[in-house]
């Protein structure tokens, strides 16, 4: 099993900035697939973005396309989400979240950080 912490969440205004980091523990990193995902208040998770063992492949929900830039240093056992252009709707916790690259499901996900984007 893998444990998972996030970290660097904030509050920031329209338009800013925030960098979301996962640094991951029990498993060889570069045999996992990871995401972020969010769940604003009132609403269901959704998926943001994920990123292949290899890093090579990357696939972004639309409402971030363009915005967000998700990467990970398997040297580090770290995976990022760069966020540019935050919106008001981007609010919400972020969760990561990691699975054997060979299985469906997410299998492992972190404890959550709040993002609040202020108008």
């Known amino acids: 099993q893998v444990q998972l912490v996030e970290s660097g969440g904030g509050l920031v205004q329209a338009g800013g900035s925030l960098r979301l980091s996962c640094t991951a523990s029990?498993?060889?990193?570069?045999?996992?697939?990871m995401a972020w995902f969010r769940q604003a208040p009132g609403k269901e998770r959704e998926f943001v973005a994920r990123?292949?063992?290899?890093?090579?492949?990357?696939e972004y929900a639309d409402s971030v396309k363009g915005r967000f830039t998700i990467s990970k240093d398997n040297a580090k056992n770290t995976m990022y989400l760069q966020m540019n252009s935050l919106k008001p709707d981007d609010t919400a916790v972020y969760y990561c979240?990691?699975?054997?690259?060979?299985?469906?499901?997410?299998?492992?996900w972190g404890q959550g950080t709040q993002v609040t984007v202020s108008s």
């Open positions: 029990g498993r060889t990193f570069s045999d996992i697939e």
């Open positions: 979240a990691s699975k054997l690259w060979y299985i469906n499901n997410w299998s492992d």
């Open positions: 990123i292949t063992r290899s890093g090579r492949i990357t």
